[in-house]
């Protein structure tokens, strides 16, 4: 099985940085995916990692470290409209196939 | 470009009905998936599927049955809805499941279920 653990909630300010972390256990490692999830909306892909070391995209940067089991996702000159919820996604193996398991989410509240 | 289209997008049924919830993508994608989301718990995985005409257990399955005769098509079913069903379902596909694939899951916009 598949053990993935994040923060509930963070709080964070317009223009700060903040790292929302995950760690897993896992089988079968195979790849680790961020979404951003809006209230009421679906999810939607930000980033994913499968080798260590830190994949940067604009604001957004993941690293991962597959020794240690951990992840997490750095988000820059944070904006009002990064108020989300962040899902971390780890990707295992499973009878054959490789299906990714999501942790809880962590709910990110940016005020001014 | 549609992606992953879900329907319907709410419904409200009562205990012991049963109902079908269809999820249908354009992308040609091999992997489908039905999750459920409850507030605090995250994606669970009801079902999924690696192609057409197969389908296996994901995490929490008791309650649904799944089908997936066509590649575009995944249908969830409730036999007999219960209100520990109540629930945010989503639908998602990915291109495939391994070999260092970066290609990540497309979700469809949800359906919203509530069992009295």
């Known amino acids: 099985g598949q053990n993935i653990d994040q923060p509930t909630e963070m709080t964070a300010t317009e223009g700060a940085i903040v790292q929302i972390n995950c760690t897993y256990q896992t089988s079968g490692f195979n790849g680790l995916f961020w979404y951003q999830q809006h209230a009421g909306e679906a999810p939607t892909f930000l980033s994913y990692?499968?080798?260590?070391g830190l994949e940067e995209k604009g604001r957004f940067s993941s690293f991962l470290s597959r020794s240690k089991g951990y992840s997490y996702l750095l988000l820059k000159e944070l904006q009002m409209k990064d108020s989300a919820s962040y899902l971390c996604a780890v990707r295992g193996s499973s009878g054959g196939s490789y299906i990714p398991t999501f942790g809880r989410g962590t709910s990110l509240i940016v005020h001014p | 470009n549609a992606g992953v289209t879900q329907t319907p997008k709410f419904r409200v049924l009562k205990t012991g009905q049963s109902m079908t919830l269809l999820c249908a993508q354009d992308?040609?994608?091999?992997?489908m998936y039905w999750y459920r989301q409850d507030p605090g718990m995250g994606l669970r995985l009801i079902h999924y599927?690696?192609?057409?005409?197969?389908?296996a257990k994901g995490e929490v399955p008791d309650g649904y049955n799944v089908s997936r005769l066509k590649k575009q098509n995944f249908l969830l079913g409730l036999e007999s809805a219960a209100p520990s069903q109540t629930s945010v379902y989503f639908c998602?596909?990915?291109?495939?499941?391994?070999?260092?694939?970066?290609?990540?899951?497309?979700f469809g916009d949800g359906t919203r279920l509530s069992i009295l």
């Open positions: 599927s690696v192609g057409e005409g197969t389908t």
């Open positions: 998602a596909s990915s291109y495939d499941g391994g070999g260092l694939s970066n290609q990540p899951q497309h």
């Open positions: 990692n499968v080798l260590d």
């Open positions: 992308m040609n994608h091999e992997y």
